[in-house]
């Protein structure tokens, strides 16, 4: 049993409120540009479960890394999960120094346990939207 699942119990009142207002705002056409847009830029491929495919952040650190060569400079291969978030947590650094504004941002475990797919969506938007403004052609 993984330490997370003893802070997953079912959802009630605000708390399951909030987390269906933040599902109804997700985009799935923007997840398909998105998709378009990651793969493109670095070659590899997400597979048909968004969340599942960017979650050991391997995909993401490559994806900074084209963007701004070196900004992550070692990538965690292992399916460990502490690997797993150190991928991410390098991935979140290299946006803020790429010049991501930190309200765009998102926390590891919006991503890694799927805990506000809605703000990893903005991050990821906002992110391809910087990247336009340095002058990288992009797909959205």
């Not at 398909?32 to 493109?40: D, F, K, N, P, V």
């Not at 952040?57 to 690997?83: A, D, E, F």
């Not at 797993?84 to 650094?93: A, D, G, Y």
Request: hydrophobic share 35%; charged share 20%; proline share 4%.
């Amino acid at each position: 049993m993984s330490s997370t699942q003893f802070n997953k119990g079912p959802l009630y009142g605000l708390s399951a409120e909030v987390k269906n207002r933040l599902l109804s705002k997700y985009d799935p056409q923007k997840e398909a540009e998105l998709r378009t847009w990651i793969e493109g830029l670095t070659g590899l491929s997400i597979g048909p479960d968004f969340q599942k495919g960017l979650k050991d952040g391997t995909i993401l650190c490559t994806l900074m890394n084209k963007l701004q060569p070196g900004s992550v400079p070692k990538i965690n291969r292992s399916m460990q999960n502490w690997h797993q978030l150190e991928n991410l947590s390098n991935f979140i650094k290299a946006m803020v120094s790429y010049g991501m504004n930190p309200v765009d941002l998102f926390e590891a475990n919006d991503l890694f346990e799927s805990g506000n797919m809605t703000q990893v969506q903005v991050s990821l938007l906002a992110l391809a939207g910087k990247a336009k403004t340095k002058g990288l052609q992009s797909g959205c």
